[in-house]
């Protein structure tokens, strides 16, 4: 997989204002080149757990075979969660796809005080129950571009032969 070096770029950019730290738990909504990206830099940067959800067997296939854990939507359920993250929920999620389904299940997943990092566009109108975002303090953060430092970042670990998958 080559990764090109504005989406590693956007990649560190949100685990920056996600607030990423050392042994969190992250699920990410989707699993193309991007979400695949995101997750290995996730892995790089020592999350202590990657998730990345899959709308079916074969996309499951792929993600497993990749090295991350896969979640199939509509068919898993919060103990599976719960195995996942060592007892806990999410700490962050990443939202790549822009599908409802998505939205509908990683609310429950993430952690009170968590945080989601909203990396796409809705591609229909979606609501949800507000008052659990904020009864869960959960935070969302929206990103649409990356800023300088994130670029030399991602630059820096392409010069140095990273490819991101290890």
Not at 79 to 108: M, P, Q, W
């Amino acid at each position: 997989m080559k990764i090109e070096q504005d989406k590693l770029s956007l990649a560190v950019y949100s685990l920056q204002r996600t607030g990423f730290r050392y042994g969190m738990y992250a699920f990410i909504t989707g699993c193309d080149d991007f979400s695949c990206a995101l997750g290995a830099l996730l892995k790089h940067s020592g999350a202590a757990g990657v998730t990345m959800g899959a709308m079916n067997s074969e996309e499951a296939t792929k993600i497993e075979k990749l090295g991350f854990t896969s979640y199939v939507y509509g068919s898993d359920n919060m103990d599976k969660t719960k195995k996942l993250t060592d007892g806990r929920l999410f700490d962050l999620v990443y939202e790549t796809t822009g599908n409802a389904t998505a939205y509908g299940s990683f609310i429950d997943m993430l952690k009170r005080g968590g945080a989601v990092g909203v990396l796409a566009r809705l591609d229909e109108p979606y609501t949800f129950f507000v008052k659990t975002a904020v009864r869960s303090q959960i935070r969302f953060v929206g990103m649409k571009s990356f800023d300088e430092k994130s670029a030399k970042i991602a630059k820096a670990l392409l010069a140095t032969g990273w490819r991101g998958l290890a």
